[in-house]
């Protein structure tokens, strides 16, 4: 079944399943950081916000993608994973003549096995297909140009529905083709 969330013109849909949970923070509404309703850590963020999905598979709790619509609105720093996550997915808003301190990455082993994957559709439009880790399509979400998200946990596909171009970040080394499993949906 599709809805669409009117007052944020956010296209999601539930495949079949029972187990599906979005939660959605419509454009109108005020997002405050609290804990989302399958009790994980609460994101670390300076103000409300709005323009934020969040996908789970209901059945286990496991976050599968965090969204940032282009019209996000926020705090100055908004971080949006929990400190253990492999990557750190981070909104930072700033008025002209701030200055962003120069800093350094201190080297640090990081024992990381699990690789996720953050896209930026810089122009385009494409429909993200969410499957928990037992290849089940749990949701499937419209992402637009300036959309973002953070492929936590599970499985993705995509269908572009208009010519595309997307960014995409993952943790290296790239191992080729040992390194993703595809599957029929």
């Known amino acids: 079944m599709w809805s669409r969330n ?3 013109s956010i296209a999601y849909r539930c495949v079949q399943q029972p187990w599906c949970l979005v939660i959605v ?24 916000l709005r ?9 286990s709790g ?14 100055q720093y908004n971080f ?20 962003i301190q120069p800093h350094l ?8 096995s699990q690789t996720q994957e953050f896209i930026y559709v810089k122009r385009g439009r494409v429909r993200l297909h969410l499957y928990a880790s037992d290849r089940v399509l749990v949701a499937q979400v419209e992402l637009r140009d300036g959309d973002c998200v953070l492929l936590a946990n599970g499985g993705h ?14 943790q290296g080394p790239y191992l080729g083709v040992g390194d993703k499993i595809r599957f029929e949906p």
């Open 6 to 8: 009117a007052a944020s």
């Open 25 to 48: 923070v419509p454009r109108e509404a005020t997002y405050h950081a609290t804990a989302d309703m399958v009790s994980l850590p609460a994101p670390k963020a300076t103000g409300p």
């Open 51 to 59: 323009g934020v999905e969040r996908y789970h598979d209901a059945r």
């Open 62 to 75: 496991v976050l599968l993608a965090i969204v940032v619509r282009d019209d996000f609105v926020g705090g």
């Open 80 to 99: 949006l994973t929990p400190d253990d996550f492999p990557m750190q997915l981070g909104v930072s808003q700033y008025e002209s003549g701030q200055v």
């Open 105 to 112: 990455h201190v080297d640090t082993n990081r024992d990381v």
């Open 157 to 170: 596909g995509f269908d572009v529905l208009e010519g595309t171009q997307m960014i995409e970040a993952k």
